[in-house]
């Protein structure tokens, strides 16, 4: 079975102000399709696929690893190249199990459980807004969050303080919060130990902070010294630094976002890897419906991942899959049972949903 096409499809997001996310359908000569998402508009995401396009057509559908791979050889070194060849992987899964009536995840190993917990990303806020989306949320059934950005991190430590503090209140002790630090502080250790203790008086799970990728002696430093999980903010940006991160046991909870580190196969290295190490994957890639539906299977497949993230924002894509997930009274997700990623797209709302098409 070989790759015949790559079609590029431009999306409607909500409100109709310009496409954000482009889906992409991997055609083969045998008429099977695989999906995929990248956050990429059409035009740069046709602009990519020109250059890969003699890489990938007439490549085998199913050997996924060695057509993705030989795209990576030339091109992988470009972070917008790599998250478009991440797409092109999950798509071609995808297609691999439809053809062998097999779940990804059964592919990937087999499954550890069958549900999973959704972590909500929310911005710290001051006008209450934040307490606001807790609040939604937790009316949802959501049972974890993880609060970044906004002034977390700008101001006086006491301001740090009282932001953490007003979100245990709006969220309860009973539920899970993690707080990353999203203002890339490069060499910051003081703060980060200082923070750490912070979090963890108010009852934090969690600590993800955002030293450079090769600092793993910071990171290092950082997990000895604090008495809550340290992870990176940012998942690695290839399968080197994640290894760098796991050899040096610099932190407690390995980032792994598919679409950084080298396609789904290599997360899954790497989460194995981190695992014997005493390192827990925490799952970063759900972007979209069909990235979700990967990290969910990713997660069924190690020992102890019991938590990926929920979808950033809307896409326009949640209307258009089936099945649509819903949290349920435990906040936790169905990992798809049906061949291939488990999800399929609903043709009549797509063609509602369609900015543009290119081939």
Known sequence: ????????????????????????????????????????????TSAVLEELQPFYRDASALEVHLSCE???????????????IA???????DIFGHVVELSVGTLLGGHHRQRVTGCAILEFSENGRLEAQIEALKAANCKAFRLHGGDFGRLEPRHDERLVGRAMRAIGEELTLLVADGTGRPTDLKWAKRTADMLDDHGVQAFEVHFPSCDTGSYR????????????????????????????????????????CGGLGAA??????????GINPSLRGGHDPFSLAADL???SAFTDS???????????????????WRLDANGQLEVPQGPGLGVRLDQDALHDGVLNMMH
Not at 252 to 259: E, Q, V
Request: with cysteine; hydrophobic share 45%; proline share 5%.
């Open 1 to 44: 079975m070989k790759i015949t096409d790559i079609n590029v499809i431009g999306l409607r997001p909500p409100g109709g102000n310009g496409g954000t996310r482009t889906l992409l359908e991997v055609v083969t000569d045998e008429g099977l399709i695989g999906h995929g998402c990248v956050g990429y508009s059409p035009t740069l």
């Open 70 to 84: 030989r795209m990576r050889a030339h091109w992988g070194d470009c972070l917008t190249f790599a998250r478009v």
């Open 268 to 277: 899954l290295r790497l989460g194995r890897c981190a695992e014997s190490f």
């Open 87 to 93: 797409v092109i992987e999950l798509a071609l899964w």
């Open 297 to 299: 299977h990713l997660a």
């Open 221 to 260: 430093q950082l997990r000895d010294y604090a008495r809550l999980p340290i992870a990176a903010a940012i998942g690695p940006r290839e399968r080197a630094e994640g290894q760098a991160l796991i050899g040096a046991q610099a932190v407690d909870l390995l980032t792994l976002d598919s679409s950084r």
């Open 306 to 324: 019991d938590l990926i993230d929920l979808p950033l924002a809307s896409t326009g894509l949640e209307s258009m899959v089936v099945p649509h």
